[in-house]
């Protein structure tokens, strides 16, 4: 096998979900991955853009679902409505990019895949891409399986861990194992330990490889998802893909291949951790953002998007508005106004402003979700 | 002099205050008086539909300012343009009553005014309109001064009281003095006493004794005031008012009349207390809103305009929107959303609401106050 190139390197983005803790900002059709929440560009645009040092547009796989198809064509005009595939119902990662695999492995026998959130923040764009190129070469040069770690910086229990061991010859770490999310002990534990990395989501690995250890450990899904592939670019590819895809096991990745894999030990199972030096966040809520945004404070530690506002005793706050903002008196509030809705909640209470978007749904409230 | 009967009874409503303690909703040209915050009839509407069983439209007078003026005419159709004053500048009580007193004078020599707030809340409109009748009968049978006294419920600071002395024959009482907002102390002696009431600011009294007193206490407002009222219905009366208005002295009823006559003695000056029965609120604050409507109150005694709403973990919250409102655990705030404005404080803070009017007033944005 060959060094990849950017020619046979094609990113493939994952940008399927609802981000319901955006609410009222993300809706069923703006997700949060279609919201300018850390610059102008919204984050899949930054997505994108930040990956074509590495691979030409036409490379790029976007994988989401019905209600953000066209939403998503609208924010990345240079891509091919083909390279958009919008699932026909949520299967997890493992289908996903197992189809972008299967794909692949038709029309490049040497293409290197990687699979990337659509809605994280990156630092370091030059380490970002010094690392995923560090990550592409390990991937190329083997049947391995690259993922970016990140070093932890607090006893997170929402996130999956990676034990590293030892390092192998370019700097790339072995995978001891995968843990999903850790009681608080345990991830104090890893915290402590040093050689624990959050687990970023984002792989690298060639579409051969992939394609094998699907047909490895799903079997059947592997079988539906290449009924898939072939009939692409054709009049069937639609209805093939709205009457198969249901059919595949809904499954991570991480848990379908990583975790199974892994089990084959370190150094044997192929599967290698580059560690990030790029700084990350993944944006888990209105608190994260705020907590991201520490330039945009004023002395008092407030965002207020509007033009003008005005603030007495009010500290620590983050308020979504265009309109004059007033704050009198509160602290760490987290306000959220919309054209048709008024977020009120605290930053302690962000995480549970999902269970609005649950209600919503419940009393079929559309044009709120 | 006889009993006022209705064609000689006048009320004249005081309607030029701003209220900002309710913006953003109450604005330069939409005050609280003109805000329905009470019942589907705005502030003002209510205080003269609650009247006219004791006087024809035709003998309402309504002060107020120049950026109120028009709004006022729009919800009070009935009444004719001329009964609408706009003082040029703010005076203060006492040339706004004296100038009404000197245009009765020239008309109905027997004519008896009151003077009511615009913008209170009585609960029982039988008994406030006994109890005005009540002070009509005073006022109209001699040179008295007669002025509504509220049971206090709380040792309040911010209003004036009334120390009453004993009842005269029909029920009323002798006013023994006015005090001026006490401290907390004080207040809490009054609460304890039993014979202090807090100044409503509505008053009764013959359009003659008014004046007489005016022409004793201030002969020089009087004499201006008397120039104004002669050239009422000519073409130079706008040009007159807003030349003469302004040397008025700045100064109270209460300050001017009240708290000299009073100090003629219990029995001597004049001066009664009619005990209200109706129950009254001034409405002086959102916190006090929230307060008085407290049918409109949740379970968890949230109260929030919107059609719909989700809380969870939120109580106490009050909150003035058309959206679909979110609260999650957020307590005792106060949250207004108006076109422009976005206002979040707490139920404790809302007196500085104010304050945010001054520094628009500072900052000249104009369309925001």
């Known amino acids: 096998m060959t060094q990849a190139s950017s020619t046979n390197f094609y ?42 040092p590495l691979a030409p547009t036409g490379n790029f796989w976007i994988i989401t679902n019905e209600d953000l198809r066209v939403p998503i064509l609208q924010q990345l005009p240079d891509l091919r409505p083909g390279q958009v595939l919008a699932e026909p119902v949520g299967r997890n990662t493992a289908p996903a990019i197992g189809l972008a695999a299967f794909l692949l492995e038709r029309t490049d026998p040497n ?31 083997g049947p391995n399986i690259v993922v970016m770690g990140i070093q932890p910086t607090r006893p997170e229990t929402g996130y999956g861990y990676i034990e590293a061991g030892a390092a ?64 692409y670019g054709t009049a069937d590819f639609d209805a093939t893909f709205a009457e198969l895809y249901p059919k595949c096991e809904n499954i991570s990745v991480d848990y379908a291949i990583l975790e199974r894999r892994s089990a084959e030990g370190e150094g044997k199972s192929g599967i290698f951790c580059v560690p990030a030096e790029f700084g990350w966040n993944d944006l888990g809520s209105w608190t994260a953002l705020y907590e991201h945004r520490c330039a945009d404070r004023t002395e008092r530690q407030n965002i207020i998007s509007s033009a003008d506002s005005f603030t007495l005793h009010a500290e620590g706050n983050f308020v979504h508005s265009d309109k004059f ?45």
Request: charged share 25%.
């Open 325 to 369: 903002v007033a704050l009198v008196g509160v602290n760490d509030l987290v306000v959220v106004e919309t054209d048709d809705a008024l977020l009120i909640t605290t930053r302690d209470k962000c995480q549970d402003v999902g269970k609005i978007v649950k209600y919503l749904d419940e009393q079929q409230l559309e044009k709120l979700v």
């Open 168 to 231: 192998a010859k370019s700097g790339e770490l072995h995978v001891i194992r995968f843990t999903e999310k850790p009681d608080l002990d345990t991830a104090r534990k890893f915290l402590a330990a040093g050689n624990y990395y959050w687990n970023s989501g984002m792989f690298v690995w060639s579409a051969r490889t992939l394609a094998e250890a699907l047909r490895e450990y799903l079997p059947a899904t592997a079988s539906i998802l290449e009924k898939i592939a072939a009939s």
């Open 11 to 52: 990113p493939v983005i994952l940008a399927g979900g609802r981000g319901t803790r955006f609410w009222p900002l993300s809706r069923k059709r703006r997700a949060k991955q279609l919201l300018p929440l850390n610059s102008e560009k919204t984050m899949i645009q930054e997505t994108v853009a930040r990956l074509l």
């Open 111 to 141: 293409a290197v895949l990687a699979l990337f959130p659509s809605d994280h923040v990156i630092f370091d764009e030059e380490k970002f891409l010094a690392n995923v190129r560090s990550a592409i070469n390990v991937a190329s040069s």
